[in-house]
């Protein structure tokens, strides 16, 4: 039997905004690229005093996904970890059309393939703050031993 080795993959940015004590607010957000996101955003308060313009953010998911292949079978082990909350809903997709799914953080699973080919896994892991990230991984299923 093979080790299985963790490969974190980091992906995505989630950005929320909380204006406080401001009936009319006008914001925008851009970002090409987490390193350099960029809030922009104007607030009036109905008494002309100074408005306060907070911004809060969310860490998203970290990933891991571990398979090993014997003939057309896929054995998975996928996870998700949060450094500021909790995972609270991971889905995989095999590929093929078949997903399987489990409110947590962990899943364990296996899959069998129909026919030989090149499949994307795509695992999709939610937060309990909203926010998400994919990570995605290529297995070539050969109907024989591979990894």
Same mark, same amino acid.
């Given at each position: 039997?093979?080790e =299985?080795?963790?490969?974190? =993959?980091?992906v995505? =940015?989630?950005?929320? =905004?909380?204006?406080?004590?401001?009936?009319?607010?006008?914001m925008?957000?851009?970002?090409?690229?987490?390193?350099?996101?960029?809030?922009?955003?104007?607030?009036?308060?109905?008494?002309d005093?100074?408005?306060r313009?907070?911004?809060?953010?969310?860490?998203?998911?970290?990933?891991?996904?571990?398979?090993?292949?014997?003939?057309?079978?896929?054995?998975?082990?996928?996870?998700?970890?949060d450094?500021?909350?909790?995972?609270?809903?991971?889905?995989?997709?095999?590929?093929?059309?078949?997903?399987?799914?489990?409110?947590?953080?962990?899943?364990?699973?296996?899959h069998?393939?129909?026919?030989?080919?090149?499949?994307?896994?795509?695992?999709?892991?939610?937060?309990?703050?909203?926010?998400?990230?994919?990570?995605?991984?290529?297995?070539?299923?050969?109907?024989?031993?591979?990894?």
């Amino acid at each position: 039997m093979r080790e =299985l080795v963790a490969r974190p =993959l980091r992906v995505a =940015l989630s950005v929320a =905004l909380t204006v406080a004590a401001t009936p009319t607010t006008t914001m925008a957000i851009a970002a090409s690229a987490p390193e350099t996101a960029r809030l922009q955003g104007t607030a009036q308060r109905a008494d002309d005093a100074p408005a306060r313009l907070v911004r809060t953010s969310n860490q998203t998911p970290w990933i891991y996904i571990n398979h090993y292949i014997t003939n057309y079978a896929l054995d998975i082990a996928v996870g998700a970890y949060d450094p500021d909350g909790s995972v609270v809903y991971l889905v995989v997709d095999f590929g093929d059309g078949a997903t399987a799914s489990v409110a947590g953080d962990q899943i364990t699973t296996q899959h069998v393939y129909a026919a030989p080919g090149t499949y994307t896994i795509t695992v999709t892991a939610l937060d309990n703050g909203g926010g998400y990230s994919v990570g995605t991984r290529s297995v070539w299923i050969s109907g024989s031993d591979s990894t």
